[in-house]
T-cell receptor, first 116, second 112 residues
Framework: AQKVTQAQTEISVVEKEDVTLDCVYE???????LFWYKQPPSGELVFLIR??????QNEISGRYSWNFQKSTSSFNFTITASQVVDSAVYFC?????????????FGTGTRLKVLA | NAGVTQTPKFRVLKTGQSMTLLCAQD?????MYWYRQDPGMGLRLIHY???????AKGEVPDGYNVSRLKKQNFLLGLESAAPSQTSVYFC???????????FGSGTRLTVV
């Protein structure tokens, strides 16, 4: 069965520190997709990144970077030089398909607090 | 602005009352979803739709019904609300089921 584990419930860092949010997943499929979403205090969910199971290249977007490792079933998210505006709940999600329709399984989220 | 619109944003119901949550998207997406978000449990899929006129059950469908009579609208109904349905409800849509989702801003429902 598919499963997403975000073991870190809450993380607090001081502004400008680097922080890594962990995501470990379980799936039996060879084709699947991994996502990260951000939920700021305002409540909406914002898409950050999508990665398919065949692309293990790390990705960097500004201060954000993602490390996908199939060998450890992990898709970790690092924020470099954190800022107060990064304070949010971050969700990792796994999408795998049966009968052609993919559905997400979300992790329970990691609440990041960046202190000024 | 293009996106997903949910109404209402807040609602308080008494146990046993019924209500309908409306989700509308203007991106011509085929796929639409209803999730509930509860503390410490992430988001759980209630029902979803793969196109106009279709609906399917998700992880936690009991106590809810849905309809997708028009492609742009996905309605979530509670026939007889229970305190356990107190939650934040999110609607989402996507062009393909393996693509990213666009989420609405959520509906905070309290059942007393």
């Amino acid at each position: 069965a598919q499963k997403v584990t975000q073991a870190q419930t809450e993380i607090s860092v001081v502004e400008k520190e680097d922080v890594t949010l962990d995501c470990v997943y379980e799936t039996r499929d060879t084709t699947y997709y991994l996502f990260w979403y951000k939920q700021p205090p305002s409540g909406e969910l914002v898409f950050l990144i999508r990665r398919n199971s065949f692309d293990e290249q790390n990705e960097i977007s500004g201060r954000y970077s993602w490390n996908f490792q199939k060998s450890t079933s992990s898709f970790n998210f690092t924020i470099t030089a954190s800022q107060v505006v990064d304070s949010a709940v971050y969700f990792c999600a796994l999408s795998e398909g049966t009968s052609g329709t993919y559905k997400y399984i979300f992790g329970t989220g990691t609440r990041l607090k960046v202190l000024a | 602005n293009a996106g997903v619109t949910q109404t209402p944003k807040f609602r308080v119901l008494k146990t046993g009352q019924s209500m309908t949550l409306l989700c509308a998207q203007d991106m011509n997406h085929e796929y639409m979803y209803w999730y509930r978000q509860d503390p410490g449990m992430g988001l759980r899929l209630i029902h979803y739709s793969v196109g106009e006129g279709t609906t399917a059950k998700g992880e936690v469908p009991d106590g809810y019904n849905v309809s997708r009579l028009k492609k742009q609208n996905f309605l979530l109904g509670l026939e007889s609300a229970a305190p356990s349905q107190t939650s934040v409800y999110f609607c989402a849509s996507s062009y393909r089921s393996d693509f990213s989702y666009t989420f609405g801003s959520g509906t905070r429902l309290t059942v007393v």
